[in-house]
């Protein structure tokens, strides 16, 4: 296959994914605690143009780029007022760790948007959870209970959000480089991000009745959109032209 014709498919190819990468950060642009995910281009593997006389030379030619991996920038996103009883934003680097109560995985985020259960366990507990349920902890890894059932009475007592705040845990990794991204503002750590530690309750600060939004810029992502349709769009002229070119080859052959 022509060198350009393949070089302008991939191009193609990397900015269709980095358009989906902008699309979806400005999805998530009012979304509570979002961490901004930039593509991250690498050049595709050059070649050798003396390659048939299998001789080192400087005359190399590239193959295009294509997307290595989508980043996250840990970023802090700007504060919000809400008023609300259970939020909460962590005002330096750290994560709530949150618990699945099926299946005990634990996912670490920056959305302090937080409430009580709904109904009690089994044991007549509420806890303080996420809007999907999990359970958040405190600096021992345990969940919060923020309520018990009275016995005999059905009624209970609910501590209150600024009872709370020396509760909660916030946890920080020896390294946020390559954390996995799950459920939008979840993360998972991996081997290389080492294990939680907990922030000492006086060394953290954590505030009340306030949430850490996006960090995403809507101008600067609109800009990026821009540029990444004309690089899309040029890439898709060069497959044209290529093939064009290709094709008056072949009639000139005949």
Same mark, same amino acid.
């Given at each position: 296959?022509?060198? !350009?014709?393949? *070089? &302008?498919?991939? &191009? ?9 990468? #902008?699309? @979806?950060?400005?999805?998530? +642009?009012?979304?509570?605690? =979002? /961490?901004? /995910? %930039? ?8 070649? @050798? ?12 030619? &590239? ?14 996103? =700007?504060?919000?007022? *809400? ?24 996912? =670490? ?14 044991? &007549? ?34 501590? !209150?959000?600024?009872?709370? +705040?020396?509760?909660?845990? #916030? =946890? ?8 996995? !991204? ?13 294990? %939680?530690?907990? +922030? ?8 009340? /009745? ?6 995403? @810029? ?5 800009? /990026? ?15 044209? *032209?290529?093939?064009? +070119?290709?094709?008056? #080859? @072949?009639?000139?052959?005949?």
């Amino acid at each position: 296959m022509d060198r !350009s014709f393949y *070089t &302008g498919a991939v &191009g193609a190819i990397a900015h269709q994914e980095r358009l989906n990468v #902008i699309a @979806n950060n400005i999805a998530n +642009v009012n979304t509570n605690g =979002y /961490k901004r /995910k %930039p593509a991250t281009f690498s050049e595709c593997i050059y070649s @050798n143009l003396n390659a048939i006389a299998q001789e080192p030379t400087d005359y190399i030619a &590239g193959a295009g780029v294509h997307v290595e991996k989508t980043d996250v920038d840990f970023t802090p996103g =700007y504060l919000a007022t *809400t008023g609300k009883e259970y939020d909460y934003m962590i005002m330096e680097n750290g994560f709530f760790a949150v618990q699945n109560p099926v299946t005990q995985e634990i996912t =670490y985020t920056r959305n302090g948007n937080f409430m009580t259960s709904l109904q009690a366990d089994a044991d &007549g507990r509420f806890y303080l959870q996420t809007a999907n349920g999990k359970r958040v902890l405190d600096a021992n890894q345990n969940p919060i209970i923020v309520g018990v059932l009275q016995g005999g009475t059905g009624s209970q007592q609910m501590i !209150s959000g600024q009872e709370l +705040v020396e509760q909660i845990g #916030i =946890y920080t990794f020896p390294s946020t480089n390559g954390m996995e !991204s799950v459920r939008g503002t979840e993360f998972v750590p991996v081997e290389k991000n080492g294990q %939680p530690i907990a +922030v000492p309750g006086d060394r953290r600060t954590l505030q009340h /009745k306030v949430l850490e939004m996006s960090n995403v @810029n809507l101008g600067d992502e609109i800009t /990026k959109m821009i540029e990444a349709q004309r690089c899309y769009q040029y890439a898709l002229k060069m497959v044209q *032209t290529s093939d064009e +070119v290709e094709t008056t #080859i @072949n009639g000139l052959r005949s």
